[in-house]
C-alpha cells in the first residue's frame, strides 16, 4: 500500500535540467506588455518602461530552516510568499512589479510533485501581481531548499519614495495592523513541538485563521499603492516591515537624519495577535513593535497631504518626525517616554 | 597557538544583518551613469536604457557540492566566476551587462572574512564588466553555500539575439577552445582525491595554468561581442557554452527548427586539455563535444556576414546549418557521419 503511493511521485533525476525546467514553466501566463521573451533563451527581453519612469531592482531569499520550515509550511504558501515579500520592496519604493525570475535550489530527493506545489503559489502570486515570472534556474544541493526571487518593477520617476525623505512634523503612517505574522509563526512554531512530544495532543489552530494566514500568505500591499496613487499623495519616505516596526522605524530616522516619537497606544493590533501574545504571558505591544514578517508598509506623509488621502480607514497614523536631536522615542502606554530599543528579527544575528 | 590563529576570524553573527550588509558592501564602486541608487533601500533605482534599447534579465545560482567544491575553489575565484557566469548569458543575447544583485545563503558557521573574499571576487568582475552591484540578500543557511546572481543588461532592440534565428547555410561559430573547463575540473577532482588518500602524495597541478584558469575563474566573452558590434555583424543565433557544445548545438537546431553538420576535426580544443584527455585515456573530442563550463559563444552567422569581421582569429568556424531533414550530424575524424549525440553536463540528472 505504502510503496503504491510512493509511485505517484516523479524524482526530479527523471526529468533531469531541461525536462524539468521545461515542465515547471510551460504554464506560465505572461500579462505585461513589456514582456518580448520570457523563459527560454539566454535571458528575457523586457521592452524599458516609458521615457520619465525608472527601474527597480531587488532581491529576496529564503533558506529553509531560517526562513521556514518544511514541518508547517505547506509548499504552495512558501512559493507564494517568495514572491510576496519581493513584490513588497516594490511597493516600498512606491513601485509596481512587472517581471520576476525565481532561482530554486533543492535536494534531488525532492520529488517533482513537491516542486509543482511550489510553482503553483508563484504562479499564483504572479498573477495576482501582475508580474511576469520571465527565467530562473533550478538546481540541486546536498542541502535544504533554497528559493531566491529577483523582482523588477516601475514608477514614475518623481514618484519614487526612499528610506531618506521624512521631515520634521511629517506623520508616521502604518498600514494594516502588526505583530500576526509572528504570531502565526508562534503558533505553528508551537504545534511543531507538540506534534514531536505527543503525537495524539492537538495544536490548536483552530480560531486563529488571521494570523495564520499572515505568516505562512502574507500579501504585498499593492492596494495601499494603489489607493496613495489615486489620493495623489507621494510618501516622503517609506519602508516595508519585514523585520519589525521598531527596526523599521529606525531605518527611516537614520536614512532621513531624524527623530520620531512613536505612539505605542495607536500601533494597530489584530485581536487575534494580542490573543495569542497574552496566552504566551507576552504583551501584545511587544509582538507589534519586535516581530517581524508583517509585510505592511510604514511611511511618513506631510500633514497637508493626509488631507488628500481618499481612503483614511487604510491609513494608521502612529506618530510623528521629529527633528534628529529629539532622538526616536516612543511614547509608551503608561505616559512615559523612553529611547525605542531596536529588537528586529535578525537572520544571522546570534540569538 | 591555533587558537590564536582561529581569533583573526569574525563570526557573521558578530555584525548581524545589517552590519554585514553594510560591511560587505561598503567598498562597491558604481560605474553605470544609470544607477541611481544602488544597495541601501529596499530596491534599487535605475534609469531605463535609450529608446530603441531592451533590457536583458538572467539569473544563475550555483550550489556547493554541485557546481563547485570548496576544498579546491577559492572563495575569491568563486564570487568572479557567479558573476562571469550570468554576464556570459548577457553576452550570449549580444547585449551588454548594467547591473547585478547577488543573494548568499552561508551557514552561520562563516567567518567574515571569507565572505569578504567572495565579495572581493564578486567586485573585480563587477569592475571587469562595468557591472553595478546594487543589491543583494545575505542569509544563513542550516546547509551548504548557495550564491545566486541575478543581471540586467541592454541591447540595441535590432540586435538581440535569440536561439532560434539560424538559417540553413550559416556557418556555425565557436569563439575560443573547448573542453578546457572540464579538464581543469577533471585535475582538480583528481588532486582532491589524492590528498585525501595519501596527503604525501603531491598533485600534479603546474603546467596546467590554463585548464585550471577555465575551471576556476572562465571570463566571459564580452570581447566577442565588442568585437562582432565593430564588424557590424549581427549573429542569426547564439548561446553560451554552459552545458557542453553537443548539448547547445542541439538547443540551437531545435529553437532554429533547423539541422546541422558539425566537424569533428575543427572543433578547437587547447594543447593542456588534448593532453589531460590523453593522461586520462579520452578522446580530447569528448572534453570539447560534452565538457560544461567553457562560456564560450557559439553562434550561426550568414556566409556574406563572416567577410565582414574584423578579427577572423577570434572566430572558428566549425560547421554549417542545415535544413531540418538533415537532421543534427556531426562528421567525426574517421570521415564517417552520425548524428550528434547530447551528452551534456547536467547537475540534476541521475549519472
Redesign the interface.
Known sequence: MEEAEVKKYT????????G?IKHLTEKIELLQPST??GV??????????A?G???????????????FELTYTPLRHLGYKAIAVNVS??C??N?EPT?V?????VS?QYSVESLDEIYKGIRFACKEYKADL???????????L?I?V????KTPKEK?V???GAKPGDLLCVSGDLGAAYAGLLLLEKARRTLGADPAEKPELQGYGYVLQKQLMPRARVDIIEMLRNSDVVPTS???ISDGLSSEVHHICE?SKVGCLLEEVKVPIHEETIKVAQENGATPSLFALSGGEDYELLFTISPADYQKIKEPTMVNIIGEILPAEDGIMIAAKDGKMHPLAVQGW?????K
Request: net charge negative; proline share 3%.
Open positions: 524524482e526530479i533525476s527523471k526529468l533531469g535540467e531541461f524539468l518580448l521573451k527560454g533563451d539566454d535571458a528575457a527581453v523586457i521592452t524599458p518602461p521615457n519612469e525608472v527601474m527597480l531592482l531587488s532581491t529576496d531569499m529564503m533558506a529553509e530552516g531560517i526562513h520592496d516594490i516600498a519604493m513601485g517581471q525570475v525565481v532561482s530554486i535550489a534531488n520571465v527565467g530562473g534556474d533550478t538546481t540541486s544541493s546536498r542541502s535544504g533554497v531566491d529577483t523582482i523588477l518593477g519614487v526612499y528610506r531618506s517609506m519602508i516595508d536614512a535578525d537572520g544571522l544575528k546570534a
